[in-house]
């Protein structure tokens, strides 16, 4: 059996077990969660099509993994106004393993299994290993990526492309000066994509006006 679902402004062609990724949906790895609305479904020649979508009929899916996609750069620029514009965007993902496809009104069997194994686990493990869980996730929240230099900090919002929203995150990230961005490494660079909204080319260019702007 197939089933064609719609989610995130996209359609897929989908059957139990297939592999993809799509939009983000919320949900923590190993969760069953209900994707999409079916446009229509069927069994070889024999397929069900919606108006627009099929009454009672419902796709499962289990969370594989929460990620990003590759980032897409928009760049403009007016001829001779010396003005350009760039812009950055990742999209997230969630990629996903069709679990069932459901048809009038069925409730999905995969999510009360996993629910009953949940349950049936002891209650003193579960705290156990919750509680290093939440130290460690308060650790990484709590550990800014670079120490702030002493000194009074410079306005980072002169950059172009960092908005005062941007430059407050960099502050939370101990990035306080236009010195400190001129030395970043390409290793910093990475890392600083990696757990940022911002892509590399745009802190590749942060970079370049930063040496400029700390020969001052």
Aim: charged share 30%; no cysteine.
């Amino acid at each position: 059996m197939f089933a064609v679902i719609k989610t995130g402004g996209k359609q897929y062609r989908v059957a139990a077990n297939d592999l993809l990724k799509i939009e983000k949906v919320e949900g923590q790895v190993g969760d069953i969660v209900e994707i999409g609305h079916v446009l229509a479904h069927g069994e070889g020649e024999n397929v069900t099509f919606g108006a627009p979508f099929v009454d009672g009929a419902s796709v499962t899916a289990e969370v594989v993994e929460q990620g990003k996609n590759r980032t897409v750069i928009a760049f403009k620029k007016r001829r001779r106004q010396n003005s350009r514009r760039k812009i950055g965007h990742r999209q997230l993902l969630t990629t996903v393993r069709i679990a069932e496809i459901l048809l009038d009104g069925a409730k999905p069997t995969k999510k009360a299994a996993a629910k009953t194994e949940a349950k049936a686990a002891p209650k003193t493990e579960a705290k156990a290993e919750a509680a290093p869980k939440k130290e460690a996730k308060a650790s990484e929240t709590a550990a800014p990526l670079f120490k702030a230099p002493k000194g009074e900090p410079d306005d980072l919002t002169v950059i172009k492309g960092i908005g005062p929203v941007a430059a407050g995150q960099l502050n939370e990230q101990g990035i306080t000066t236009f010195a400190q961005i001129a030395k970043l490494s390409d290793k910093d660079v990475a890392k600083i994509d990696e757990h940022m909204p911002f892509s590399t080319d745009q802190i590749t260019d942060w970079r370049e006006q930063a040496k400029e702007l700390a020969k001052k």
